[in-house]
């Protein structure tokens, strides 16, 4: 059964939010419970601040502990001022208003911090990506999991580039997992490759982020939000499985934009919220549909000072390339982390790869504080930002020129492949 509250004309309140939530705890046996809540950090659009409220009001009498850990996938760790902003509270009313939360990271590369659950064997790989990717994974977790009794997601769904739409069990897998299934799971949908993939709610990658998250032997259950900008159009309580897909058909009509036709220069204007490429490349997959062939996307973000403070140094190693490159010289790059080529790739959007050739289908161009020889390096275009004004960008589509204000999260498609 799915508990959910949509209002996509005027949005939720947070009295219908708190209703639907109480209706759906009330039901459930959670006295003297061990819960641990799963959410995102702060590279994602939510009202992460009032879900921990609402659910704290809800559980902190109730169960006997109530935890909270950043879904962080192979982000850095966020500080605790920054988790604080997170979840709308200060040192002091995290010690006097709720002191029963206690907040983790996750940290992805830590083999002391995480546990196997299971194993996908390749033949198994194999038949969910119609022979793409044959490969055996080791399903690896946050141990964490193990102290609780019930997992409670808490996150957003958007359409990616990656699974198709985000949420559900991907806030498990990536989100609080270990290296091995991250790469797989990122190479396979780079495999398949952004155009195909994102906006699709059925897809391989789906499938095999559900499988690993049933070697789980804990209850888990989940708050699928959807978010309109800053509004809150829909909420969806029920297993990771059902409340994703019932977020992700909201999600289909509200994120998607459709375009009469492709534009030749696009700017693609990344909020603050992304810190880096490896975040801020999400401008990039979503606009990638609507670019016309030999057209150029800018990704305008004056505040990015770096490519990315985990995968930086492989990044800046093996640069911005087509699938191809990568696929046709596997034996070159075996030493790279699947989840680092498959950024690598659709960042540079789809292209060819033949004869010692790269031929990209567009440019991509960082107008950001990264400089004009890294850019060069690692095979992207460069453009001071100084040089931007944003608002003359506005109101020239009829001259092939778009402007997107806040890029990362809608995704953009021609209306003639709808």
Same mark, same amino acid.
Request: hydrophobic share 40%; with cysteine.
């Given at each position: 059964?799915?508990?959910?509250?949509?209002?996509?004309?005027?949005?939720?309140?947070?009295?219908?939010?708190?209703?639907?939530?109480?209706?759906?705890?009330?039901?459930?046996?959670?006295?003297?419970?061990?819960?641990?809540?799963?959410?995102?950090?702060?590279?994602?659009?939510?009202?992460?601040?009032?879900?921990?409220?609402?659910?704290?009001?809800?559980?902190?009498?109730?169960?006997?502990?109530?935890?909270?850990?950043?879904?962080?996938?192979?982000?850095?760790?966020?500080?605790?001022?920054?988790?604080?902003?997170?979840?709308?509270?200060?040192?002091?009313?995290?010690?006097?208003?709720?002191?029963?939360?206690?907040?983790?990271?996750?940290?992805?590369?830590?083999?002391?911090?995480?546990?196997?659950?299971?194993?996908?064997?390749?033949?198994?790989?194999?038949?969910?990506?119609?022979?793409?990717?044959?490969?055996?994974?080791?399903?690896?977790?946050?141990?964490?999991?193990?102290?609780?009794?019930?997992?409670?997601?808490?996150?957003?769904?958007?359409?990616?580039?990656?699974?198709?739409?985000?949420?559900?069990?991907?806030?498990?897998?990536?989100?609080?997992?270990?290296?091995?299934?991250?790469?797989?799971?990122?190479?396979?949908?780079?495999?398949?490759?952004?155009?195909?993939?994102?906006?699709?709610?059925?897809?391989?990658?789906?499938?095999?982020?559900?499988?690993?998250?049933?070697?789980?032997?804990?209850?888990?259950?989940?708050?699928?939000?959807?978010?309109?900008?800053?509004?809150?159009?829909?909420?969806?309580?029920?297993? +990771? %499985?059902?409340?994703?897909?019932?977020?992700? !058909?909201?999600? /289909?009509?509200?994120?998607?934009? =459709?375009?009469?036709? $492709?534009?030749?220069?696009?700017?693609?204007?990344?909020?603050?919220?992304?810190?880096?490429?490896?975040?801020?490349?999400?401008?990039?997959?979503?606009?990638?549909?609507?670019?016309?062939?030999?057209?150029?996307?800018?990704?305008?973000?004056?505040?990015?000072?770096?490519?990315?403070?985990?995968?930086?140094?492989?990044?800046?190693?093996?640069?911005?390339?087509?699938?191809?490159?990568?696929?046709?010289?596997?034996?070159?790059?075996?030493?790279?982390?699947?989840?680092?080529?498959?950024?690598?790739?659709?960042?540079?959007?789809?292209?060819?790869?033949?004869?010692?050739?790269?031929?990209?289908?567009?440019?991509?161009?960082?107008?950001?504080?990264?400089?004009?020889?890294?850019?060069?390096?690692?095979?992207?275009?460069?453009?001071? +930002? %100084?040089?931007?004004?944003?608002?003359?960008? !506005?109101?020239? /589509?009829?001259?092939?020129?778009? =402007?997107?204000?806040? $890029?990362?999260?809608?995704?953009?498609?021609?209306?003639?492949?709808?």
């Amino acid at each position: 059964m799915i508990f959910q509250k949509i209002d996509t004309q005027y949005g939720l309140m947070r009295r219908d939010v708190e209703q639907v939530c109480a209706d759906t705890l009330e039901s459930r046996q959670l006295d003297n419970k061990r819960v641990l809540v799963v959410i995102p950090d702060h590279s994602r659009t939510a009202p992460i601040d009032m879900m921990f409220d609402v659910l704290y009001t809800l559980l902190a009498e109730r169960a006997d502990t109530l935890d909270f850990l950043i879904a962080l996938g192979t982000h850095p760790p966020m500080s605790e001022s920054a988790i604080y902003q997170r979840v709308g509270i200060t040192a002091e009313l995290h010690r006097n208003m709720y002191s029963k939360a206690r907040f983790f990271n996750h940290h992805w590369d830590d083999p002391e911090k995480l546990v196997k659950v299971g194993t996908i064997e390749a033949d198994e790989i194999a038949a969910i990506s119609g022979g793409l990717l044959q490969e055996t994974v080791d399903v690896t977790i946050n141990k964490m999991v193990f102290d609780y009794d019930v997992i409670m997601i808490v996150g957003p769904v958007f359409p990616h580039e990656v699974v198709g739409f985000s949420g559900g069990n991907k806030y498990l897998f990536p989100g609080i997992a270990g290296q091995d299934i991250i790469d797989l799971f990122h190479w396979l949908g780079a495999l398949i490759t952004n155009q195909k993939i994102i906006g699709i709610q059925e897809t391989p990658v789906r499938k095999v982020i559900d499988m690993a998250a049933s070697f789980l032997p804990i209850e888990r259950m989940c708050f699928s939000l959807v978010v309109n900008k800053s509004r809150l159009d829909g909420i969806f309580i029920s297993t +990771p %499985e059902e409340s994703q897909s019932a977020a992700a !058909a909201l999600s /289909e009509q509200l994120h998607i934009v =459709y375009k009469q036709h $492709a534009y030749n220069s696009v700017l693609s204007c990344a909020p603050v919220m992304y810190d880096d490429i490896w975040t801020a490349g999400k401008c990039m997959y979503k606009l990638e549909p609507v670019v016309a062939a030999g057209g150029e996307l800018i990704i305008y973000a004056p505040h990015i000072r770096q490519v990315s403070e985990t995968h930086g140094r492989i990044i800046e190693s093996i640069g911005y390339h087509v699938r191809d490159y990568f696929l046709k010289q596997m034996d070159r790059f075996a030493h790279v982390p699947g989840g680092v080529m498959a950024h690598s790739t659709h960042v540079r959007g789809i292209g060819t790869f033949e004869d010692g050739v790269e031929r990209p289908r567009i440019q991509v161009t960082l107008a950001t504080q990264i400089p004009e020889n890294v850019c060069a390096k690692i095979n992207l275009g460069y453009r001071d +930002p %100084e040089t931007i004004v944003p608002s003359e960008w !506005a109101g020239r /589509e009829d001259e092939g020129v778009l =402007y997107v204000e806040k $890029a990362g999260e809608i995704l953009y498609r021609l209306k003639e492949s709808s």
